[in-house]
């Protein structure tokens, strides 16, 4: 089976600041994607950043960045300049099984992140 | 493209009423996902079709628990004999295997929140 662990149920950054979520999970799969996914205040999730498990280099988009350590098995998310759209729920999800089996995702817990401006 | 929509957005309904819920994926999307969330934590899976054919349910999802997708298109979850302890927010998501790239993401929709009397 796999699980995932968020273990900071609540977060608070200040505005421009930068702010790291944790995430650790286990898996017997070998090749799989991991994501973050992001739930604002009654509105729909949507996905924040991607990482391919057989990629050594981790993943960016723009303001948002993951340090991989696969061996670890551990995905943090890192958020550089805070702006006060970002805030929400943020969920780990991995991993996604690639390109076989179907691509049904364990989500965590979740972590809130709050923007202080 | 208008992404995934869920009706009704909000449902109240006394316990022992049945209630459905329909799902319209991203019309190119050949995979449809029902999960179901509590307050304060993630999504949990609970069954996803691949175009008609329904692949695989959670073990959460109890007999009372019924989903189709007929024609591989919109998608509905009916709860019969409904429980206080089904009260959740239900979100549908979708993805598409086409043309062989698989990027595993899921696409929400914005959720069909359940509250059972």
């Known amino acids: 089976a796999q699980t995932v662990t968020q273990s900071q149920p609540e977060m608070s950054v200040q505005e421009a600041e930068t702010v790291t979520l944790s995430c650790t999970y286990d898996t017997s799969e070998s090749d799989y994607y991991l994501f973050w996914y992001k739930q604002p205040p009654s509105r729909q999730m949507i996905l924040v950043i991607r990482q391919e498990a057989y990629k050594q280099q981790n993943a960016t988009e723009n303001r948002f960045s993951v340090n991989f350590q696969k061996a670890a098995k551990s995905f943090s998310l890192k958020i550089s300049d805070s702006q006060l759209g970002d805030a929400a729920m943020y969920f780990c999800?991995?991993?996604?099984?690639?390109?076989?089996?179907?691509?049904?995702?364990?989500f965590g817990t979740g972590t809130r992140l709050t923007i202080i401006p | 493209d208008t992404g995934v929509s869920q009706d009704p957005r909000h449902k109240i309904t006394k316990r022992g009423q049945n209630v459905t819920f329909r799902c319209d994926p991203i019309s190119e999307h050949n995979r449809l996902y029902w999960y179901r969330q509590t307050l304060g934590q993630g999504p949990e899976f609970l069954t996803y079709f691949q175009n008609e054919a329904q692949l695989e349910k959670s073990r959460l999802l109890s007999d009372r628990f019924s989903a189709e997708r007929p024609k591989g298109s919109f998608s509905t979850l009916e709860i019969q004999r409904t429980e206080q302890g089904d009260s959740a927010m239900y979100l549908c998501?979708?993805?598409?295997?086409?043309?062989?790239?698989?990027?595993?993401?899921?696409?929400f929709g914005e959720g069909s929140r359940l509250t059972v009397l």
């Open positions: 998501a979708s993805s598409s295997r086409s043309s062989g790239l698989n990027t595993g993401e899921l696409f």
């Open positions: 999800a991995p991993p996604g099984i690639s390109n076989f089996g179907n691509e049904k995702l364990t």
